[in-house]
């Protein structure tokens, strides 16, 4: 068998080739410009900016970044944000696997797949249509203000897709490993936690990675269900340098890359497992 090469391929199969390459490129540049944006700006003094944007080579402002640190107050809202994540990500993985496994284990019952779909419904549902009801319900229980009653919504918005990711992986797993298991004397729980959930690696990394993003980058409920600023995360940090008729926006980027390191940090760490774990948990469920 010949090595394949573009100069085999047909004039129109390489012109398609070609056109995807370039496709990608522009794809590529749409994502790493505005980055690289962010970066120059969070460098270069705001008067400057604004007449030249290469002005930063002569006279980099880093002090940018210690003023967003303090003017953000990043350290509070930052601390809030890791504490909504953990409580997240430990909630949805715990449930969503769970019930998952239950599924794989007795999938048989029509109500426990119809709960299933039921759960899967909440996909569709936008938090925006169901926000003034949870803040009665949490008003109601004295949760507001709470880091934890955060977290608690937060994986209630998640645990959908979590469950779908878990769940269309189990399939994946033969029924034969949970039958020996149990036949050698081991539990539902034990076999789960012994067997199944070391298989999942995958899936637990991508989850994580999703929930995380999704609590990081988002102000809407933070800024809806709670009343002190303090309890906020660190989405709202960064509105702090929008003012009524003006906005810092050096600073602003510098608090941007702070922000944001914490997740591609976290994303780099588990990159490995997370396409494989969409992949697992989607295509082959």
Do not use: H
């Not at 759960?119 to 008003?139: H, V």
């Not at 937060?154 to 797993?173: D, E, R």
């Amino acid at each position: 068998m010949t090595a394949f090469s573009v100069q085999n391929v047909r004039p129109r199969t390489k012109a398609g080739y070609l056109l995807a390459q370039i496709l990608t490129v522009l794809a590529a540049l749409t994502i790493i410009l505005p980055l690289f944006y962010v970066l120059i700006v969070s460098v270069s003094n705001q008067a400057e900016v604004n007449k030249n944007l290469l002005s930063f080579l002569n006279n980099p402002q880093f002090e940018n970044y210690s003023r967003a640190w303090t003017q953000g107050k990043l350290l509070t809202y930052g601390y809030n944000t890791v504490v909504v994540c953990a409580t997240t990500v430990i909630l949805v993985l715990f449930s969503g696997s769970l019930f998952a496994y239950a599924l794989k284990i007795y999938g048989s019952f029509k109500e426990l797949n119809f709960l299933y779909y039921v759960i899967l419904a909440g996909i569709f549902i936008p938090i925006q249509a169901i926000i003034m009801p949870l803040f009665s319900l949490l008003k109601t229980f004295k949760l507001l203000n709470n880091l934890f009653s955060l977290g608690l919504v937060y994986a209630g918005v998640n645990l959908p897709l979590s469950m779908m990711l878990f769940a269309g992986f189990y399939k994946t797993i033969p029924k034969d490993i949970i039958e020996a298991a149990s036949i050698d004397g081991c539990g539902p729980l034990r076999t789960f936690l012994r067997i199944v959930l070391p298989l999942t690696k995958t899936i637990i990394s991508t989850v994580t990675i999703l929930s995380s993003l999704n609590v990081w980058r988002d102000i809407f409920i933070p800024m809806m269900l709670t009343t002190k600023v303090a309890k906020r995360t660190i989405s709202y940090g960064l509105m702090s340098f929008v003012n009524e008729f003006s906005l810092d926006w050096t600073t602003m980027c510098a608090a941007m890359v702070i922000s944001t390191l914490p997740i591609i940090v976290l994303f780099l760490v588990l990159q490995k497992y997370f396409i494989g774990g969409v992949v697992a948990g989607a295509v082959k469920g």
